[in-house]
């Protein structure tokens, strides 16, 4: 079992761990909703060294980059970021990722903890294609953590010189951490505002601590992956595994914002135009229970008897204080406002079909 640079931090703040993705991680430390409530209200601090960074290098990089990517990444610059995802011929999504370009000829790409194995070698399977590409696996010399919350900015404002308010969403600066080479990323999964460092995994741990103390004063709570998954479904984040696999395409997923069809051939362009001309079968809804209860992932979808489809994600909202999930339904039934009943260990739970995100600054219930 695999653990990060973190983990004796961790283990210090007593922290409740799991097995997830073959890494011993911290699924909670104060409880669920308290580390939810601080994320909403003041800030969090994930350890997120489990998922995958590679670099990626060369003057075929861009290209290479280009043609594994459903979204268009030619007029990235540097300091900026882009989600987007790597399909199969056939169209089913491997993963979602970022990539972030940090010069002319370098990337990172940061893939999720599950599929860093292959990822990579879906890269380097293609890079014989491209002249002039090094590919390098940077997940164990480089530590990810993020800060997450209205508070966040503040906090990490006085770690370092570099003024951070005028980096705007999904991009980032380099800066000088622990006397270090880092970079500091608007990015999260959390829809709070937030920040994603890239560390050397040896300045870590200090980093960890100096942010804890910044933020003593301002409510920042260590938070696990128990409120990441809270925090991200409010937000219709959808996690690889659940909600998507490489047998669900971008459009049954309604990820077609990660998707331009417009840019020249990449993996999985010829499959995505003949589902789009032909139309899909299921579509992935967010929905809110009608009544107390809980849907978990498998749970059956269905109408009038009908079997519609399945639970991917549910929980109880800490925020809107309801259940909320997502599912695959037929198309006919994705309507916002639509009727659905879910099985929740064969009791009838009356559910809605609703817009995402679920959550939306003022929608709160407290």
């Not at 409740?16 to 003041?42: D, I, N």
């Amino acid at each position: 079992m695999n653990r990060t640079v973190l983990y004796s931090r961790h283990e210090f703040l007593n922290a409740q761990f799991v097995k997830f993705a073959g890494w011993e991680m911290p699924v909670s430390y104060s409880g669920v909703l308290e580390e939810h409530k601080a994320v909403r209200t003041a800030a969090g601090l994930f350890d997120v060294s489990h998922m995958g960074r590679f670099q990626v290098n060369g003057q075929g990089a861009k290209a290479l980059l280009q043609y594994l990517s459903t979204a268009d990444i030619s007029g990235l610059r540097p300091n900026q970021a882009c989600y987007t995802l790597f399909c199969t011929p056939q169209g089913g999504v491997i993963d979602d990722l970022i990539i972030y370009k940090l010069e002319r000829f370098s990337y990172l790409v940061c893939v999720n903890a599950a599929n860093r194995e292959k990822c990579l070698n879906w890269i380097k399977t293609h890079s014989g294609k491209f002249a002039g590409v090094n590919i390098e696996d940077i997940s164990e010399s480089i530590a990810q953590i993020a800060i997450q919350g209205p508070k966040s900015l503040e906090i990490l404002q006085g770690l370092t010189d570099v003024e951070l308010s005028p980096v705007k969403l999904k991009n980032f600066v380099s800066a000088r951490l622990g006397g270090m080479d880092s970079y500091i990323a608007r990015t999260g999964f959390t829809g709070e505002r937030g920040y994603e460092l890239f560390l050397p995994s040896i300045i870590a741990p200090g980093i960890w601590d100096a942010v804890m103390k910044q933020g003593e004063s301002l409510g920042i709570r260590p938070a696990g992956l128990g409120a990441r998954d809270t925090l991200r479904l409010e937000m219709g984040y959808l996690l690889y595994g659940s909600d998507m696999d490489d047998t669900t395409s971008p459009l049954e997923c309604s990820l077609e914002k990660a998707v331009d069809l417009g840019k020249e051939d990449f993996i999985g362009k010829e499959a995505i135009l003949k589902q789009k001309a032909e139309g899909i079968e299921r579509r992935l809804v967010g929905f809110e229970l009608l009544q107390k209860g809980i849907a978990r992932h498998g749970y059956r979808i269905y109408s009038n008897g009908k079997t519609l489809g399945v639970v991917t994600s549910g929980n109880f909202s800490p925020t809107l204080k309801k259940g909320i999930g997502l599912g695959f339904v037929l198309p006919q039934y994705s309507m916002p406002g639509t009727e659905i009943l879910i099985d929740i260990r064969g009791k009838v739970a009356p559910a809605q079909v609703v817009e995402l995100p679920f959550y939306r600054k003022g929608r709160s219930k407290e």
